[in-house]
């Protein structure tokens, strides 16, 4: 069926490092894709937004690759730092939003 | 601008009561979605208003209900509450309906059905 899903459920880095958070996706007919940021207690905050027409798009220090031969999506931080500790959700867009489970991402300094 | 603001941030009820909940988006917007969040479930889609008018619904029974008002202000309404109806309840507000463009959410409303 379709689905919206992580590879992994947290992922541990040093600060400095770079980050990459996976996300797979099954439905081929999404055209919008978008990364979100949750920090405890808060709600979901917008990071980067991809259509499915392009292939890669670059903001302040993350960028979202689109793979759509093999529907997956990714996000890199550069230069990962404490404050990038959250939960991270990819989300597909159909008519509606869809999320995926989310990854955990914890900075170690 | 004021962003999204959900009303009351937390809420505790007992089962069998019911629950309305408030979004107010951001100005202009007129497209408000709602969000059931668990750890279990994750993020799931309840439904989408626009316009005043229902545009999308998710798989949740008909105890889950909404409406949106002229100013685009959103209310969903859930009855006879269930243990299993304690979650976080995010809306998120756009310019537009379908998804496709860019959605703020709030910080929820927590839920706790005791």
């Known amino acids: 069926g379709e689905s919206v899903g992580l590879h992994l459920p947290t992922l541990s880095v040093q600060e400095g490092d770079n980050s990459i958070i996976n996300c797979a996706y099954s439905?081929?007919?999404?055209?919008?894709f978008i990364w979100y940021k949750q920090e405890s207690g808060k709600g979901p905050q917008f990071i980067i937004d991809?259509?499915?027409?392009?292939d890669k798009r670059q903001g302040q220090r993350v960028t979202v690759l689109l793979n759509k031969t093999v529907k997956h999506l990714s996000l890199q931080i550069a230069a990962t730092q404490p404050g990038d500790s959250a939960v991270y959700f990819c989300?597909?867009?159909?008519?509606?939003?869809?999320f995926g489970a989310g990854t955990r991402l914890t900075v170690k300094p | 601008k004021a962003g999204v603001t959900q009303t009351p941030r937390y809420l505790i009820k007992t089962r069998g009561q019911q629950v309305t909940l408030s979004c107010s988006p951001i100005?202009?917007?007129?497209?408000v979605s709602w969000y059931q969040q668990t750890p279990g479930q994750g993020l799931q889609f309840l439904f989408e208003?626009?316009?005043?008018?229902?545009?999308n619904k998710g798989n949740f029974p008909g105890r889950f209900s909404g409406r949106q008002f002229s100013n685009s202000r959103s209310e969903m309404n859930v009855s006879t509450l269930e243990l299993g109806d304690s979650a976080l309840y995010l809306c998120?507000?756009?310019?537009?309906?379908?998804?496709?463009?860019?959605?703020?959410f709030g910080q929820g409303t927590r839920l706790t059905v005791v």
């Open positions: 208003y626009f316009s005043e008018t229902q545009r």
């Open positions: 998120a507000s756009s310019l537009e309906s379908g998804g496709n463009t860019e959605a703020f």
């Open positions: 439905n081929s007919a999404s055209d919008y």
């Open positions: 100005s202009g917007h007129r497209s």
């Open positions: 989300a597909e867009s159909r008519r509606d939003m869809r």
């Open positions: 991809i259509r499915s027409n392009m």
